[in-house]
């Protein structure tokens, strides 16, 4: 286990898997810059760790996620500062490749919905609620992104839905309209979010983030017939790598894959 000493986040790691806890229950998790700043180290951290193959994120206690900005103390302080790679340190990173879960175990609005959109995979207890509350405080939802990715991610209507009214929406509709993979019972979303990880971590690392990269970065050309002459350097490397040859033998030989992510 590798733990970083943070304030106001827990960098915890098991093995191949990093769980990353927005600390800040005393305020819902809602984050100042202080926080943005850990985060975006903690990111770093984890992108460039070799032996970190999955990230978790998720809040401690169980009343919030993440509620976003840290109102008191943007109005005490007037600072909108955030490092280069965005809201959390993670809305405007567009390079990493390694897979990311969100464990939703309360409220997730505002930048929090910013962090749900930037991870991969999202389950969220029953009990949770979804929002951009930001028109109702005269602001809109800027911060990371989130305008740009929610009509790619849920389409328009349902974005538009949730960006214009400001209104929340539960775990069950939040899933129903693609936000999140999974609901389940406040005490289940970790085991959930474990057994996610514990899936990917079954497969070849650069497999992981071959297909991640491809997925993602397909999104920005529309022509689909373009898309499959792309340069994907992560699909190279994998195709280059030993686990390449690793897999098919494993496979013929009827036993479970060593991966060396190499």
Request: charged share 20%; net charge negative; aromatic share 8%.
């Given at each position: 286990m590798r733990n970083i000493a943070y304030r106001?986040?827990?960098?915890e790691t098991e093995g191949p898997l990093l769980v990353l806890t927005l600390n800040r229950p005393q305020v819902l998790n809602a984050l100042h810059?202080?926080?943005?700043?850990?985060?975006?180290?903690?990111?770093?951290r984890y992108a460039a760790d070799p032996g970190l193959r999955v990230c978790i994120v998720t809040g401690a206690g169980d009343r919030a996620f993440c509620v976003g900005t840290d109102l008191k103390e943007l109005a005490a302080t007037g600072d909108h500062a955030k490092p280069s790679t965005g809201f959390a340190g993670i809305t405007h990173r567009f390079d990493l490749w390694k897979p990311l879960i969100a464990a939703i175990n309360?409220?997730?609005?505002?930048?929090?919905m910013e962090i749900l959109a930037a991870c991969d995979i999202g389950v969220a207890s029953r009990s949770?609620?979804?929002?951009?509350?930001?028109?109702?405080?005269?602001?809109?939802?800027?911060?990371?992104?989130l305008l740009q990715r929610l009509p790619r991610q849920i389409g328009t209507k349902d974005a538009m839905a949730l960006v214009l009214t400001g209104a929340s929406i539960s775990a069950d509709e939040a899933k129903r309209i693609g936000l999140l993979n999974d609901v389940v019972p406040a005490e289940s979303v970790m085991a959930r979010a474990r057994q996610y990880a514990a899936d990917i971590l079954a497969c070849a690392p650069l497999a992981v983030q071959a297909s991640k990269q491809i997925m993602l970065q397909s999104l920005a050309v529309a022509n689909l017939q373009e898309t499959m002459h792309e340069n994907y350097p992560a699909a190279a490397r994998m195709l280059g790598s030993d686990d390449a040859i690793e897999g098919p033998l494993a496979f013929a030989e009827k036993r479970r894959p060593n991966w060396s992510g190499q």
């Open positions: 106001h986040c827990l960098y810059p202080d926080a943005h700043r850990e985060l975006a180290d903690a990111f770093d309360g409220h997730c609005l505002g930048g929090g949770a609620k979804f929002g951009l509350p930001e028109p109702r405080v005269g602001l809109a939802a800027l911060g990371g992104g």
